[in-house]
């Protein structure tokens, strides 16, 4: 449907998008996370990608979708789990093991338990190859 192959989408429009996207989603995590609980963000996070699989489908070329999508889940996702990793201390236990808990609960009979031998890539990549909108490529 989208014809926009040339050197000037790529150079120029596809590049900025992607690094205007990632800011503002840097943004929106971090807000998202001091001002909410573990369960609203994921809530808002699939809403996210929920939204910009769409948009991306409408508007952009079809090879831009997925570099869009990775974008998001790299500042919705990834970052801010290794932000919460890092940050693990008694003080915040509690919220990490909640933050983690909730993802877990998207992938449906998965639980995090103490002595888990699930790493947080292995359980999130589960999480996000559970959705067929969102593969993890």
């Not at 808002?44 to 570099?67: D, I, N």
């Not at 947080?120 to 959705?131: D, M, N, V």
């Amino acid at each position: 449907m989208h014809k926009h192959t040339g050197i000037t989408y790529y150079e120029g429009f596809e590049s900025a998008m992607l690094e205007q996207t990632s800011s503002y989603y840097c943004q929106m995590a971090q807000q998202w996370l001091s001002h909410g609980s573990p369960a609203d963000y994921v809530q808002k996070v699939y809403w996210c990608l929920e939204q910009e699989a769409e948009r991306a489908g409408r508007y952009l070329p079809s090879g831009t979708q997925p570099k869009l999508l990775k974008v998001v889940k790299q500042q919705l996702v990834y970052d801010i789990l290794d932000k919460l990793v890092e940050k693990q201390r008694p003080e915040n236990c509690s919220f990490v093991t909640d933050f983690y808990q909730e993802m877990l609960s998207k992938c449906g009979n998965m639980t995090l338990q103490e002595g888990s031998y699930w790493t947080t890539e292995e359980w999130l990549s589960a999480l996000l190859t559970s959705s067929s909108v969102f593969p993890l490529s």
